[in-house]
């Protein structure tokens, strides 16, 4: 009787063991970074909005332009010259022995020529205002899109908590998972438009220009 206790003791013993082994870890759904952070830690930090002079960096662009005063170069040149009188000539003004001579040059600008400066002209800073507004517009974005990211975040680690205490299902964390995807591909589609504009910005300028138009415009924008 005692043995048999003691086979049946083994036996269960046996089929725990063995049942054990083939419980393995549910799958866990990763969050977008894989970062394991508390969700009560997650917390947006403020980001008030900056106000930019959109006016100023317009007219700095404007003013580091290398392109030189159209103005007109004129050239004088003054001679004498020596003319014999004949016998038979009567004598007047203009054939004394001896006079002098003024020659001015100028080069030509046509009516045409100079509205396609002015043109170039105006286009030039319609083009500054665009990369100006451009910027402006993707700074906003980026601001706005780093807030939202910090949100989702902490949805998305709370979510995956929830799916791991078997609360809801894992439709939850998956969509807040997209989430986070899609605002950071916002945040990196917006710094790509500012480093794009600002590229643009600073080389309208001369060399010796960039560096100093490239400090200004970070300190305006950021």
């Known amino acids: 009787m005692?043995?048999?206790?003691?086979?049946?003791?083994?036996?269960?013993?046996?089929?725990?063991?063995?049942?054990?082994?083939?419980?393995?870890?549910p799958y866990q759904v990763p969050t977008f970074t894989g970062e394991n952070i508390d969700?009560?830690?997650i917390k947006p930090e403020p980001n008030p909005a900056k106000t930019v002079d959109a006016d100023l960096i317009v007219k700095t662009v404007n003013a580091c332009y290398p392109v030189p005063a159209?103005?007109?170069?004129v050239s004088v040149k003054v001679g004498t010259n020596y003319r014999p009188i004949n016998a038979?000539?009567?004598?007047?003004?203009?054939?004394?022995?001896?006079?002098?001579?003024?020659?001015?040059?100028?080069?030509?600008?046509?009516?045409?020529?100079?509205?396609?400066?002015?043109k170039l002209a105006i286009d030039r800073k319609e083009k500054t205002a665009g990369l100006v507004a451009q910027m402006l517009t993707a700074l906003s974005t980026k601001?706005?899109?780093?807030?939202?990211?910090?949100?989702?975040?902490?949805?998305?680690?709370?979510?995956?908590?929830?799916?791991?205490d078997g609360i809801v299902a894992v439709d939850e964390q998956i969509g807040y998972l997209e989430k986070v995807a899609t605002t950071r591909?916002?945040?990196?589609?917006?710094?790509?438009?500012i480093e794009g504009a600002r590229l643009a910005l600073i080389h309208q300028c001369t060399d010796n220009d960039i560096e100093r138009l490239n400090n200004f415009i970070l300190s305006e924008i950021f």
């Open 39 to 41: 969700f009560h830690e």
């Open 70 to 73: 159209m103005n007109l170069d």
């Open 143 to 164: 601001r706005r899109a780093e807030r939202m990211l910090t949100l989702y975040a902490s949805l998305e680690k709370r979510s995956q908590k929830r799916v791991a």
């Open 2 to 25: 005692q043995a048999n206790k003691i086979k049946t003791a083994l036996f269960l013993a046996i089929a725990i063991n063995a049942h054990a082994e083939e419980i393995k870890t």
């Open 185 to 193: 591909g916002e945040l990196d589609g917006a710094n790509a438009q």
């Open 88 to 118: 038979n000539t009567i004598q007047t003004a203009d054939s004394a022995n001896y006079y002098a001579g003024v020659v001015a040059s100028m080069p030509l600008y046509s009516g045409v020529e100079i509205d396609k400066e002015q």
